[in-house]
């Protein structure tokens, strides 16, 4: 399939380092996908094991992301948009995302970026689930004008995630402009010191049936593969003792700004 020229495969890893109060570092290989709204179609025609809302190996459901009940998704990233004062002017959006491979689903972060009609980005969308089934979005922009790549937007926590670190937080974002690389990095203040680094850092590949068949070979079904690593790690957080934090209630509002 090379119709496409902005969906794209990224292949790279995940690197965890937490830094109190004990230390616990991991690193391991992921692949997502990065679609244009405005390609899907294409892409469900294009490509033999993918699918948009139908079975196959490698699949999207519209139920799994943005309003959750298997409307469209553009309609709803711009209400959301809306909200904060920003209009895309039908500019595209692309969801940087895990499938569902075999049809297991698990979305620890999912990304959509947001460009206006000019090709300027003006804002991120951080689309957030925990293992209890909750979710939560943090909506980063500059107010309606152009999103710099260089900045490094701030959010209070207000969603619960880990089970191992405390609500009393505040996230530092950075992100690369997506390209041949791509880069996603979270710094996890707690009560003032830094806590945690996550960063995902990926390289892109042709979104081509034989580019999702090596991935899935080598690293298996990606959501799959996420849950059961983020369990063996809070395993090994319990067995160092760090403090179990039980679960909130996510928010009333589904998206913070």
Same mark, same amino acid.
Request: charged letters at 25%; a neutral charge; aromatic letters at 14%.
């Given at each position: ?49 993918? +699918? ?37 002017? @039908? ?25 206006? &009609?000019?090709?300027?980005? @003006? &804002? ?39 089970? !191992? ?9 950075? !992100? ?8 996603? +990095? ?11 680094? &996550? ?39 319990? &067995? ?6 039980? @679960? ?10």
């Amino acid at each position: 399939m090379t119709t496409s020229v902005h969906s794209r495969l990224y292949v790279g890893t995940v690197a965890h380092d937490r830094r109190i109060p004990r230390a616990n570092r991991f690193r391991y290989g992921i692949y997502y996908l990065y679609v244009d709204l405005d390609e899907l179609e294409l892409l469900d025609e294009s490509l033999r094991l993918f +699918s948009v809302d139908r079975a196959n190996l490698v699949t999207l459901r519209t139920r799994d992301h943005g309003p959750r009940d298997g409307s469209a998704w553009r309609p709803w990233v711009d209400a959301t948009l809306a909200r904060a004062g920003i209009d895309l002017e @039908r500019g595209p959006v692309r969801l940087l995302t895990f499938p569902r491979v075999l049809g297991f689903k698990f979305y620890p972060v999912s990304f959509w970026y947001c460009f206006h &009609a000019d090709g300027t980005p @003006r &804002a991120v969308l951080a689309e957030v689930q925990n293992t209890f089934g909750d979710h939560h979005n943090y909506l980063l922009h500059n107010g309606g004008d152009v999103f710099d790549w260089q900045s490094a937007p701030e959010m209070v926590k207000v969603f619960h995630v880990s089970p !191992f670190i405390e609500m009393d937080a505040r996230y530092e974002f950075r !992100f690369s402009e997506p390209g041949e690389q791509l880069s996603v +990095s979270l710094l996890d203040f707690v009560k003032g010191p830094l806590l945690l680094i &996550a960063a995902v850092s990926l390289t892109a590949r042709p979104l081509t049936d034989a580019a999702l068949l090596r991935a899935i070979a080598r690293y298996g079904p990606m959501s799959a593969r996420a849950w059961l690593f983020i369990h063996y790690q809070a395993l090994r957080l319990f &067995a160092k003792r760090i403090r179990y934090v039980p @679960r909130t209630e996510p928010p009333a509002e589904e998206t913070t700004w």
